[in-house]
């Protein structure tokens, strides 16, 4: 009786949950469009859209053509039923966007606000939060939460950093972070995060290492679907991999790491500080420039050829420089070839998709899942 139970449990979970599934995937729908899409009866799919226009989840939307011409009455998702808000904290800015159901950004803000381990500083972050509230118009009560993504390492637990060279503080903890902040929240890492969104955005790419080129390096590895952190949470930190031994100083301490040749900064500190003057340079075949580029573009190569070796699948280039690679990636495909034994072309080599605040985005978006997989 009780695996009878159980069993008709689980069928009406999964059947609620593919009926919301559906709306998420479609702008509008009849009944019996998901009757017709998922081979359920009339009367059960009548019940769980009452249940959730009841939730909110589900609205009325007007009347659409359906059943052989006919106008029935529409119902769309309520994108705004739910959302949640990112924040992303580098050294010299902070980030804030807020997503609703669907993943879309509704607003976000950035301030020039130079991380400090005071009580100030978060005060800063918690009128950041409210100040996005507010421009996105969102209802307080459908707030699910606000994730933090830092560029450091973090504790077992996620409530604190263990290390975090790019920021120079070490046992920052969620609670100091989210003093000011009155909703739930939780830590990430910031390419974690960034490689979730790429992730989460792309159905059909579901095993893939996601290397962010930003102000540092770092990568994020995800094998069908869900991310692959390694015995001590550091599985991705290829910014500290060896590139040049005895090369440029790394903030790390070291010497020759893959983020001494293939930061954002890079490429700034040779157009004034702008990535975006330094590509308008590089279409305007600026000598300097070009021979800054070429030199980069090998590095990046030859890291490339290393991750292909080790995991043998898609490599995705985000953060501020990937987000400008989709014109260059054919160049580079011909150089990380050569370091490839077993193919002649670079095809698993993609440019990122998630180009608008990445890091803030995939942040929100732990929220936004976890929420969809429990409807």
């Not at 930190?237 to 293939?262: F, I």
Request: hydrophobic letters at 40%; proline letters at 4%.
């Amino acid at each position: 009786m009780d695996k009878q139970h159980f069993g008709s449990s689980e069928i009406r979970a999964k059947n609620r949950s593919d009926i919301f599934r559906l709306f998420r995937q479609s702008e509008k729908l009849c009944r019996q469009s998901v009757v017709s899409g998922l081979g359920l009866s009339l009367p059960t799919v009548t019940h769980y859209l009452q249940e959730l226009q009841r939730e909110g989840l589900i609205l009325r939307s007007g009347s659409i053509g359906c059943a052989g011409g006919r106008r029935a009455n529409a119902y769309c998702l309520n994108d705004r039923a739910r959302t949640a808000i990112g924040l992303d904290v580098t050294r010299n800015h902070a980030t804030a966007a807020a997503l609703d159901l669907r993943g879309n950004i509704l607003t976000s803000i950035r301030r020039n606000l130079s991380f400090a381990r005071t009580d100030a500083y978060f005060q800063e972050l918690g009128h950041l939060v409210r100040e996005t509230v507010r421009a996105a118009q969102l209802e307080p009560e459908g707030i699910l939460g606000v994730g933090i993504a830092v560029p450091g390492l973090l504790t077992p637990d996620k409530q604190s950093l263990f290390y975090c060279g790019v920021l120079d503080f070490s046992n920052v903890t969620l609670a100091e972070l989210s003093r000011y902040i009155p909703y739930p929240t939780a830590l990430c890492h910031d390419t974690d995060a960034a490689g979730f969104a790429e992730i989460w955005n792309n159905p059909d790419t579901t095993t893939a290492f996601y290397l962010m080129l930003s102000d540092s390096i770092g990568g994020s590895v995800y094998i069908d679907g869900q991310p692959f952190e390694g015995q001590n949470l550091r599985a991705g930190e290829v910014g500290h991999m060896l590139l040049v031994p005895g090369g440029k100083p790394c903030y790390c301490g070291h010497r020759g790491c893959m983020d001494a040749y293939c930061s954002a900064g890079v490429l700034t500190g040779a157009a004034g500080g702008s990535l975006e003057r330094f590509f308008h340079l590089l279409k305007l075949e600026d000598p300097r420039i070009t021979a800054v580029w070429q030199e980069y573009l090998e590095h990046l190569a030859r890291t490339v050829g290393y991750l292909r070796m080790l995991f043998d699948c898609d490599i995705i280039l985000g953060g501020y420089v990937g987000s400008h690679m989709a014109p260059y990636m054919d160049s580079l495909r011909v150089l990380a070839a050569r370091y490839d034994p077993f193919e002649d072309r670079a095809d698993y080599l993609l440019p990122c998709r998630y180009r608008t605040e990445p890091v803030a985005a995939g942040a929100a978006l732990g929220y936004i899942s976890a929420f969809l997989e429990q409807v």
